[in-house]
């Protein structure tokens, strides 16, 4: 027997990546609805390679009832509509919005990282991903953080648009083709221009200086991972499609050399290490696209800190970073409690 499962938000970005992994991985499934908001009520989205069409619904008036997992990619003023509903109908709620991240009754969830928090699913029936740059990073420090235990983490994003929606890629598009036809480039969705450019900016402005985005890596990494580790993170947009970058300085308690972390990060799940110290020996975010694992490279001792190593991450934003966090989600919650005989 399969699950019924539910895409909310089906025809965005990550909806249509969730759509895609479910089918890539054969995720088992006795029906599959799509959901969205009234202005793509009727359209048609394509679920794998089978050429098979899903009608999308009206997310208003959707009935929940009998459907097993829903995975959400609507934003949070949605998903604090229609999560509860979904929820009180029995359909537990896999949600990548912010909303209920750090709720200390929602579990905040990274498979390869924190599994065993799935069982705190019961209080709400919601399940939370976390943030993009978060997702990949706690992916590569959990298997260092068993090794020595992580004291403090150094990072810096630079974060693809995709992060910020199809608009956000439209509006890097848009304005590369606006300079290179002599036209001004109009920011409307960022701050300042994308196209050829990036801006130490995402999401809102908080009282010490700090960014939401920048916030959430900490708040987040410290939920998943260890409450006592300490996190401080710079988040910058750069003009790249899809695909999320982070440079990375760990701190540990023990002895920890950048040899034998590169021997604990061969060995760790969702993790690909291609570090070779040549011309090319490293991965970058277009090499990411479309690929499951969080990449590790250009790992080497910090001589300035006492147990400390540098490192580059990148990943997938809309597969680790969204969709394939969220189906992963669902196949552990499938393992661990809603097994179907």
Request: proline share 5%; with cysteine.
């Amino acid at each position: 027997m399969g699950y019924k499962i539910v895409v909310a938000g089906a025809t965005g970005n990550v909806g249509r990546e969730m759509l895609t992994i479910l089918a890539e991985r054969e995720f088992p499934l006795d029906d599959i609805a799509a959901v969205a908001s009234s202005r793509s009520q009727g359209d048609e989205i394509e679920f794998g390679e089978s050429g098979k069409m899903l009608k999308v619904q009206n997310i208003e008036h959707f009935d929940w009832a009998g459907w097993d997992m829903a995975l959400f990619a609507i934003g949070a003023e949605a998903t604090k509509i229609y999560a509860p509903k979904a929820a009180a109908a029995g359909c537990t709620v896999i949600d990548n919005s912010s909303l209920y991240r750090m709720d200390p009754d929602v579990p905040l969830i990274v498979p390869e990282v924190n599994p065993e928090a799935i069982d705190g699913y019961k209080a709400r029936n919601i399940v939370a991903n976390p943030n993009c740059s978060t997702a990949q990073m706690v992916v590569a420090l959990k298997p260092l953080h068993d090794a020595a235990k992580i004291k403090r983490v150094v990072v810096s994003t630079y974060q693809s648009v995709s992060g910020a929606g199809k608009g956000g890629m439209d509006e890097l598009f848009n304005q590369s083709r606006d300079i290179f036809v002599g036209d001004p480039p109009e920011p409307q969705q960022f701050t300042k221009q994308i196209a050829f450019n990036v801006i130490p900016h995402i999401d809102k402005f908080l009282d010490d200086g700090s960014t939401k985005e920048e916030w959430k890596m900490v708040a987040e990494t410290k939920k998943i991972l260890d409450r006592k580790v300490k996190v401080t993170a710079t988040c910058v947009r750069v003009p790249v499609f899809v695909g999320h970058s982070e440079a990375i300085n760990v701190e540990f308690e023990k002895e920890l050399s950048a040899d034998q972390a590169r021997e604990v990060l061969r060995e760790a799940p969702g993790i690909m290490l291609v570090d070779k110290r040549e011309d090319g020996g490293y991965v970058t975010p277009v090499e990411c696209v479309g690929d499951y694992a969080t990449f590790i490279s250009r790992l080497r001792d910090d001589p300035t800190v006492d147990n400390a190593i540098n490192l580059w991450c990148v990943s997938d934003n809309l597969r680790k970073g969204a969709a394939l966090n969220a189906v992963q989600i669902a196949e552990l919650l499938g393992r661990k409690h809603l097994q179907k005989g």
